[in-house]
């Protein structure tokens, strides 16, 4: 069955880094659109970015760009999200996803969730 399972997250200051890393299992990664979307306290699910099966082409949520970066590694069969420059808005807990069909920016999109990693901004 699919699997996906985040990790990375942690307790960051105003302007520091942090890489998450989702590694999957029980399906052709390869092949696959994966994206990466937050859940801030008494938000709503959002999209944050989403990369092809080549890791040619990418997309990023406007708020996020020129910070954070999404990349995969097909032979670990893992997608990356690297954040630059988080600020306190950033907290959220993120969450890896699989993309079946539709909209890459709309999380109705993508069929298999991970449990999530917590990221936390402090000012």
């Known amino acids: 069955q699919v699997q996906l399972a985040e990790s990375g997250g942690g307790l960051v200051q105003t302007g520091g880094s942090l890489t998450l890393s989702c590694v999957a299992s029980?399906?052709?990664?390869?092949?696959?659109?994966m994206g990466w979307f937050r859940q801030g306290p008494g938000k709503d699910r959002e999209f944050v970015a989403a990369i092809n099966g080549s890791g040619r082409g990418t997309y990023r949520d406007g708020s996020v760009k020129g910070r954070f970066t999404i990349s995969r590694d097909n032979a670990k069969n893992t997608v990356y999200l690297q954040m630059n420059g988080l600020i306190p808005e950033d907290t959220a807990l993120y969450y890896c996803?699989?993309?079946?069909?539709?909209?890459?920016?709309?999380?109705?999109?993508?069929?298999?969730w991970g449990q999530g990693t917590q990221v936390t901004v402090s000012s």
């Open positions: 996803a699989k993309f079946l069909t539709g909209d890459i920016y709309d999380k109705g999109g993508y069929g298999y």
């Open positions: 029980g399906y052709t990664f390869s092949t696959s659109v």
